[in-house]
């Protein structure tokens, strides 16, 4: 899944994108309110961690807009610690959730992976579409039926998350890719195809329809 990261300071928005990384998401980052306004509108982010002390715009300007644009991507805003105004400010203009500052990387990943299970209705627990479990901490596959695990690379993983989220839907090539990678990335459309087919080797070439023209549907029998 790709998240924006919209934060001035650059060391932390560094840290932040390796340990989000690492976490299996692909990471764009805006270091001011305009660019980052812009990339929220243009782009499909599955969330956005907003700081609210952005330049240029603040960051409670840019949700505002965001939402009167009826933009509904998921916001989780990052405040000081003690600006308890800013939090009430935050979610009156739209955001889903706050973290003050300073925080734990590890909070901050809880919380990203709440705002994502509650806007596809998942409940808690292991993701679990089509006889799979993926354990999003080790970033490995488990086949239900045969209890064989695989563990899989960074872009073969973000690919299998976001199928297994959206389980019987024709998912184009360019949607995907605009999931999987970043903004810097190379976007080319036969090496997703690759990542396919490194999917159904290892987990089996049903789970994985491709429908000509159109994309590539994730369990489609269990749809």
């Known amino acids: 899944m790709r998240l924006l990261l919209a934060e001035d300071d650059a060391a932390l928005s560094g840290r932040l994108r390796t340990e989000l990384e690492q976490a299996g998401f692909a990471v764009d980052v805006a270091a001011e309110g305009v660019d980052a306004e812009f990339m929220g509108e243009s782009e499909p982010y599955a969330a956005v961690v907003l700081d609210l002390g952005l330049p240029g715009r603040?960051?409670?300007e840019v949700l505002r807009r965001w939402r009167a644009a009826g933009n509904p991507v998921p916001v989780l805003i990052l405040?000081?610690?003690d600006a308890w105004h800013e939090k009430v400010d935050g979610f009156k203009a739209g955001a889903d959730d706050y973290l003050g500052k300073p925080f734990h990387v590890?909070?901050?990943l809880a919380r990203l992976q709440a705002l994502l299970r509650r806007g596809i209705a998942r409940p808690h627990g292991p993701l679990r579409v089509a006889g799979l479990e993926l354990d999003e901490d080790t970033q490995a596959a488990r086949v239900l039926a045969t209890d064989e695990t695989f563990d899989l690379t960074g872009t073969e993983f973000r690919l299998l998350r976001y199928?297994?989220?959206h389980p019987g839907r024709v998912l184009s090539?360019?949607?995907l890719a605009g999931q999987v990678y970043d903004f810097d990335a190379e976007r080319d459309s036969n090496v997703l195809e690759v990542y396919i087919n490194r999917l159904?080797?290892?987990?089996?070439?049903?789970?994985i329809v491709t429908r000509r023209g159109q994309g590539y549907i994730f369990g489609a029998g269990d749809a």
């Open 163 to 165: 199928f297994m989220r």
């Open 106 to 108: 590890a909070e901050l």
């Open 58 to 60: 603040s960051g409670l």
């Open 200 to 207: 159904r080797r290892k987990l089996g070439r049903e789970l």
């Open 79 to 81: 405040t000081a610690r």
């Open 173 to 175: 090539k360019s949607r």
